[in-house]
């Protein structure tokens, strides 16, 4: 939407998609579709954004050009990045993006901001381990796939303490295994895989590198052959200078000093939010949806999570704040 002459641009994003995950809620407004719910407060999201937009929409109380995005796929499949493909920065040429999400464990209506790291990467990765499988009571005759499984999930751990700077973060976590299906047999293929998070690019090379160091050096102890693929889905969330610095003095004139933290620790979740500040200069705030224990507490990605209410008119106030406050009037 557009108000007076001025040639300033900014968009503002919301995520509006729902997650596989069976709700255990039992309030009237819980999910109707069985196995799909809304586990992270998308739909809050985008309630208050389209608020903030019929608000703008009649007050016209801006000069500039406001675009508003609401993206699909935010969960596991990146449609930021799917958008930032298709062209949208080529549509829609802004000077800056911003974006918000809930979090629980953030007291409700408080609010999270700072320049650099906000969120993780997402990387994921898969490993195939090939041998020659045999009887379990002669295991000498072929080659264990389980336990150079075994031994390289054990090895990975290696991966944060030996391959990165001890003040850098990262988290390796083999989350799936693969293989066999009988008590007496030893098979012939195994597998794991897992995810890895990290702050940096360089620390994403380095952890990468790593996981392939370990899995081919623990094939070659135990006989085998392995194969890694590693996925990068989503790069770290890195907000710019001056515009956190802006977010921040949008939350504290709209609502006090008190309720804002402009030092809050990064979280190891991750956002393709991140795409979009590859490409344009912005900034993703946290807005706080009950602190642990209340209302808005259950975390996110959790069957009995719930997205709580009170916080839309902090939502919804602080997207108008930051429009007005960047495409002034006149």
Same mark, same amino acid.
């Given at each position: 939407?557009?108000?007076?002459?001025?040639?300033?641009? !900014?968009?503002? @994003?919301?995520?509006?998609?729902?997650?596989?995950?069976?709700?255990?809620?039992?309030?009237?407004?819980?999910? /109707?579709?069985?196995?799909?719910?809304?586990?992270?407060?998308?739909?809050?999201?985008?309630?208050?954004?389209?608020?903030?937009? =019929?608000?703008?929409?009649?007050?016209?109380?801006?000069?500039?050009?406001?675009?508003? !995005?609401?993206?699909?796929?935010?969960?596991? +499949?990146?449609?930021?990045?799917?958008?930032?493909?298709?062209?949208?920065?080529?549509?829609?040429? #802004?000077?800056?993006?911003?974006?918000?999400?809930?979090?629980?464990?953030?007291?409700?209506?408080?609010?999270?901001?700072?320049?650099?790291?906000?969120?993780?990467?997402?990387?994921?990765?898969?490993?195939?381990?090939?041998?020659?499988?045999?009887?379990?009571?002669?295991?000498?005759?072929?080659?264990?796939? /389980?336990?150079?499984?075994?031994?390289?999930?054990?090895?990975?751990?290696?991966?944060?303490?030996?391959? &990165?700077?001890?003040?850098?973060?990262? &988290?390796?976590?083999?989350?799936?295994?693969?293989?066999?299906?009988? #008590?007496?047999? *030893?098979?012939? @293929?195994?597998?794991?895989?897992?995810?890895? @998070?990290?702050?940096?690019? +360089?620390?994403?090379?380095?952890?990468?590198?790593? !996981?392939?160091?370990? &899995?081919?050096?623990?094939?070659?102890?135990?006989?085998?052959?392995?194969? /890694?693929?590693? =996925?990068?889905?989503?790069?770290?969330?890195?907000?710019?200078?001056?515009?956190?610095?802006?977010?921040?003095?949008? !939350? +504290? =004139?709209?609502?006090?000093?008190?309720? *804002?933290?402009?030092?809050?620790?990064?979280?190891?979740?991750? =956002?393709?939010?991140?795409?979009?500040?590859?490409?344009?200069?912005?900034?993703?705030? #946290?807005?706080?949806?009950?602190?642990?224990?209340?209302?808005?507490? &259950?975390?996110?990605?959790?069957? *009995?999570?719930?997205?709580?209410?009170?916080?839309?008119?902090?939502?919804?106030?602080? #997207?108008?704040?930051?429009?007005?406050?960047?495409?002034?009037?006149?």
């Amino acid at each position: 939407m557009q108000s007076g002459s001025g040639d300033r641009r !900014i968009g503002l @994003r919301a995520d509006m998609d729902a997650l596989d995950i069976l709700e255990e809620n039992t309030f009237a407004y819980r999910s /109707v579709f069985e196995g799909k719910m809304h586990g992270c407060g998308h739909d809050g999201h985008t309630t208050m954004l389209l608020s903030a937009a =019929e608000y703008l929409q009649n007050s016209k109380d801006f000069n500039g050009t406001v675009n508003l !995005i609401f993206q699909p796929a935010e969960e596991n +499949e990146g449609g930021g990045r799917e958008m930032v493909t298709d062209g949208l920065f080529d549509k829609f040429p #802004w000077d800056a993006v911003f974006g918000m999400h809930n979090i629980p464990g953030i007291p409700a209506g408080h609010f999270g901001v700072k320049d650099g790291p906000m969120m993780a990467s997402f990387d994921i990765f898969d490993v195939e381990v090939t041998g020659k499988g045999t009887h379990a009571a002669w295991p000498h005759t072929g080659t264990d796939t /389980v336990l150079a499984v075994a031994s390289m999930i054990q090895s990975l751990q290696s991966v944060v303490s030996r391959s &990165v700077a001890p003040l850098d973060a990262a &988290v390796v976590s083999a989350t799936k295994l693969l293989g066999g299906n009988a #008590w007496n047999t *030893l098979p012939e @293929r195994a597998g794991f895989g897992g995810t890895t @998070r990290t702050f940096r690019p +360089e620390v994403q090379d380095a952890v990468e590198a790593g !996981i392939r160091r370990v &899995v081919e050096g623990q094939a070659k102890n135990h006989c085998v052959e392995a194969s /890694v693929r590693y =996925e990068r889905r989503y790069p770290p969330t890195i907000n710019t200078l001056h515009e956190a610095q802006i977010a921040g003095d949008t !939350i +504290e =004139e709209a609502f006090g000093a008190g309720r *804002l933290n402009r030092n809050p620790d990064p979280l190891m979740a991750a =956002e393709d939010f991140a795409f979009m500040l590859q490409e344009r200069p912005g900034c993703y705030i #946290w807005l706080g949806n009950g602190s642990e224990g209340e209302k808005g507490g &259950v975390m996110a990605h959790k069957p *009995l999570y719930d997205f709580n209410d009170d916080i839309i008119p902090f939502g919804a106030n602080y #997207w108008v704040h930051l429009t007005e406050k960047i495409l002034r009037s006149g």
